[in-house]
């Protein structure tokens, strides 16, 4: 091993591609291509004189040498942001929030007029991943996580339960009982997907329909919205668009989602008036996120 130490952004996309096992996952993190998280990889790698990575087919994992350097990398990160702010200083009307990028863009950025409006003198910084962190988000004051539930190693609350239902276009037509003979759209490794639907209302569903799954819903809605068949949505993702009129719910039947919102609050965030004020308006928008029966978004076909 060389004396000089690696470049940072090798360090940081090391970190990335570690924490999703996937250098795809790390491309979309640091908004860089595949081919230049493999690269970098490969010169930190030629550098340590080490392999991090096992390369294998569809499946990415941590050599021991890699699971050892991780913590290591993850701490030096941990230490410089805050030593950086220890030097600079916070930023006291800056927050610096995290979530995944379908709640950023289908949820949160319609919304940020009103909270503008009511906290003018407050700035967001927004960073978005696909997949969650293991603990609360590296330099985050306030974090919106959809998960199962929360690790022992953060501290949370619970924001908001959301239900899941079938979600087209506007002029699809789809009865029922040949729902699964048509093109599926569905967010991947969620529970609130089509068999449970199928399943709560004993729907028979077939093994193996052609459901087309996306890491991301802003992979797969448009796809729906477009006329390509029917995907699965719940009200936080897809409630707007049916406001808009840009998709309907062609069926009643609504199931809870197994997993929730959760917000995250870092310490620091404890002493910043505004991630405080963040955090109160993001906690009453969503109380207001509730459809009942009688209450369904315009455009929710009962």
Not at 64 to 73: A, E, K, Q
Not at 92 to 112: D, E, T
Not at 119 to 148: K, Q, Y
Not at 243 to 258: C, D, K, N, S, T
Request: proline share 8%; charged share 20%.
């Amino acid at each position: 091993m060389k004396n000089s130490l690696p470049p940072l952004g090798w360090l940081r996309t090391f970190e990335a591609a570690a924490r999703h096992l996937s250098f795809t996952g790390a491309a979309h993190d640091l908004n860089m291509t595949q081919s230049a998280v493999s690269q970098q990889i490969k010169g930190l790698e030629s550098h340590l004189g080490k392999t991090l990575f096992h390369r294998r087919p569809r499946v990415l994992e941590l050599t021991p040498t890699g699971s050892t350097y991780l913590p290591v990398v993850r701490e030096a990160f941990r230490t410089l942001t805050n030593g950086t702010r220890a030097i600079s200083g916070p930023q006291k009307n800056v927050v610096q929030v995290q979530s995944n990028i379908s709640f950023a863009v289908q949820w949160l950025s319609p919304r940020l007029g009103r909270f503008y409006d009511a906290h003018p003198d407050v700035l967001l910084n927004i960073s978005t991943e696909i997949w969650e962190p293991r603990d609360m988000a590296e330099g985050a004051d306030v974090e919106i996580r959809f998960s199962l539930g929360l690790a022992d190693t953060v501290r949370g609350e619970l924001l908001h339960r959301d239900h899941y239902y079938p979600v087209c276009a506007p002029g699809y037509e789809v009865a029922l009982e040949e729902l699964h003979r048509h093109r599926l759209f569905d967010c991947a490794n969620l529970m609130a997907n089509f068999p449970a639907w199928a399943e709560d209302q004993g729907l028979p569903w077939p093994n193996n329909p052609p459901v087309t799954y996306a890491t991301t819903y802003m992979a797969c809605l448009p796809a729906v919205m477009a006329g390509a068949g029917v995907g699965m949505g719940h009200d936080i993702m897809v409630g707007e668009l049916i406001r808009q009129g840009r998709l309907i719910a062609p069926f009643a039947h609504r199931v809870p989602v197994p997993e929730a919102y959760y917000l995250l609050t870092a310490a620091q965030a404890e002493h910043s008036p505004s991630a405080r004020a963040f955090a109160d308006w993001l906690r009453q928008e969503m109380a207001q996120e509730s459809y009942g029966s009688q209450d369904w978004p315009k455009g929710f076909k009962p």
